[in-house]
C-alpha cells in the first residue's frame, strides 16, 4: 500500500542549506533558512531560558500529563504577553500547541468546526505552509493582494479591493508584524480599516504572529493584534515562541481565541480541547513550563527582555547598514525599503534569474522569490551582500 504513496517534492529552503552547506567559498553567505542567528552565525539558548531551565529541573516532581489545553498558567501569560488589557480575559480561551504551526493548523480547524463552508483568506505572498495546510486539509484558499513587487512595500489599496471579495463565514489570515516573506508591514491605521472590513464582512480574523519583539518592540508588535481583539466581536490569534524565546525545537506555540462574551468562551475552550484531544492529546509541556517560568518572574523577564532587545537592535542595525551601502553602491534610494521592512525577512524584488546569478557569483544563498534572513548577515558580511544585489539585480 505504501508504493502508492506519491513522492514529495524537496523542500527549497531545506535543499538551500545542503547547496550552501557544500560551497567551499569563504565569502559565502547563508539567507536562507529562517532562524536567527548572531554575528557568528549561532542561534544561541537565551539566558532567561536557561535559568529558567535549570529551575524547572530542580523544581519539577513529576513528568505526569497536564491537560489537554496544557498547563493553564502558560495560556494566561501568553494571553498577557499578546492580548495585554485590549479584551477582558473572561473572553479568552487558550491551547497550548507544538510550535506556531500548531496553532495554525488548529486555528483552521477550529474555523471549519464552526463553518464548514470557510474560505481562508491569505495574503500574497503569505508563509508557503500556510497555503500548504489549507490545501493538504482540503480549505478553500482565495488570495488577497498585498505586496507590490516594484517598490517592494504593502499595495494596501489593491488589499482592500480584494478584501472586497470576503463572505460571512470566511476567515481572514493576517501576519501580526514582521511579514513573511516580505518584511512590508501595514500600519498600526491600515490594521484598524482592515478590522472594520473583517468586522461589516462578519468574518473571522485569524492573526499569525510568529515575531513578537523583532519589529519595533514587544509592545508595538503586538499593537496591531490588540488593535483587532479590542475593535472586533472575535478573532483566533496563533503565536509563536520558536523565534522570540529563542526555543524552536521545543515547539512552543498558543492558539488564542477570544468570543463574542464570556458565556460563550467556554464551549470554544472545550473544542479547541477537543482539537487537541484528537490530534496529539496533551499538548508538549516543556518548552512552554520554560516560557511561563521566565514571563512569570520579573527579573528574568527583564533579562528576556533585554537579551530580544539586542537582538532586535542588532537587525534593524544590518537593515539600516545594507540599506546605506546600496544607496552609495546604486547611487540611488532603490533599496531604501531594506531599512523600513521590519522583522528577519526582506523580498527584495529580484528575480529568480538574478538569485541564481547571486548565488552562482557570489556565494549568497536566498530563497528563489529573492527573501532574505537578515539574520544571516553580520556587519562584516554585509558589504559582499550589497556588492552581489548592486551587480546582480537590475
Ligand atoms: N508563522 C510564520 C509567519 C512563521 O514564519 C513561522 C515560522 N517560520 C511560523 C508561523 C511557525 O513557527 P513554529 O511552528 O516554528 O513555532
Redesign the pocket.
Same mark, same amino acid.
Given at each position: 500500500m505504501l508504493n502508492n504513496l506519491k513522492p514529495q517534492a524537496p523542500d527549497a529552503i531545506l535543499q538551500l542549506i545542503t547547496l550552501c552547506r557544500e560551497d567551499t567559498r569563504a565569502t559565502k553567505i547563508d539567507l536562507g533558512v $529562517?532562524v536567527y542567528k548572531d554575528g557568528t552565525g549561532n542561534t544561541p539558548v537565551m539566558k532567561a531560558i536557561r535559568t529558567a531551565g535549570k529551575q524547572v529541573w530542580d523544581a519539577e516532581t513529576t513528568k505526569v500529563y497536564t491537560n489537554l489545553p496544557g498547563d493553564p498558567a502558560f495560556g494566561n501569560v501568553m494571553r498577557d504577553l499578546v492580548l495585554a488589557d485590549s479584551v477582558s480575559a473572561d473572553r479568552v480561551s487558550a491551547i497550548a500547541t507544538? /510550535? $506556531?504551526? $500548531? =496553532?495554525?493548523r488548529q486555528a483552521f480547524e477550529l474555523g471549519r468546526q464552526a463553518n464548514p463552508d470557510m474560505t481562508v483568506w491569505t495574503s500574497n505572498p503569505?508563509?508557503p #505552509? &500556510?497555503v500548504a495546510i489549507l490545501k493538504f486539509m482540503g480549505l478553500p484558499n482565495s488570495e488577497y493582494a498585498y505586496f507590490d513587487a516594484e517598490s517592494c512595500t504593502v499595495d494596501f489599496d489593491a488589499m482592500m479591493d480584494s478584501l472586497k471579495g470576503v463572505k460571512a463565514g470566511d476567515m481572514v489570515l493576517l &501576519?501580526g508584524c !514582521? &511579514? #513573511?516573506p516580505t518584511g512590508a508591514n501595514l500600519t498600526l491605521e491600515q490594521f484598524g480599516i482592515v478590522a472594520d472590513l473583517i468586522a461589516e464582512k462578519g468574518a473571522l480574523a485569524l492573526v499569525?504572529?510568529?515575531?513578537q519583539g523583532f519589529g519595533d518592540g514587544l509592545e508595538e508588535d503586538a499593537a496591531p493584534t490588540r488593535l483587532l481583539a479590542s475593535k472586533l466581536p472575535e478573532m483566533l490569534i =496563533?503565536a @509563536? !515562541? @520558536?523565534?522570540n524565546f529563542g526555543v524552536?525545537r521545543e515547539?512552543? /506555540?498558543c492558539l488564542m481565541a477570544v468570543s463574542e462574551t464570556a458565556a460563550s468562551a467556554p464551549t470554544t475552550q472545550a473544542n479547541m480541547n477537543y482539537l487537541n484531544r484528537i490530534a496529539f492529546s496533551f499538548p508538549p509541556d516543556h518548552g512552554a513550563r520554560l516560557v511561563t517560568t521566565v514571563l512569570s518572574d520579573p527579573a528574568l523577564t527583564a533579562d528576556w527582555k533585554t537579551e530580544l532587545e539586542d537582538v532586535r537592535l542588532s537587525m534593524l542595525g544590518l537593515r539600516t547598514q545594507l540599506a546605506d551601502e546600496l544607496r552609495q553602491r546604486t547611487n540611488s534610494d532603490r533599496f531604501d525599503f531594506i531599512a523600513e521592512h521590519r522583522g528577519m525577512f526582506s523580498r527584495i524584488g529580484a528575480t529568480p534569474e538574478e538569485v541564481l546569478k547571486m548565488r552562482e557569483d557570489f556565494g549568497i544563498y536566498m530563497v528563489s522569490d529573492s527573501r532574505m534572513n537578515i539574520a544571516g548577515l553580520n556587519p562584516t558580511t554585509v558589504p559582499h551582500l550589497a556588492e552581489a544585489i548592486a551587480k546582480s539585480c537590475k
Open positions: $529562517g507544538p /510550535g $506556531g504551526t $500548531g =496553532a495554525i503569505t508563509w #505552509n &500556510h &501576519h !514582521c &511579514h #513573511n499569525d504572529i510568529a515575531y =496563533a @509563536s !515562541c @520558536s523565534k524552536y515547539r512552543v /506555540g
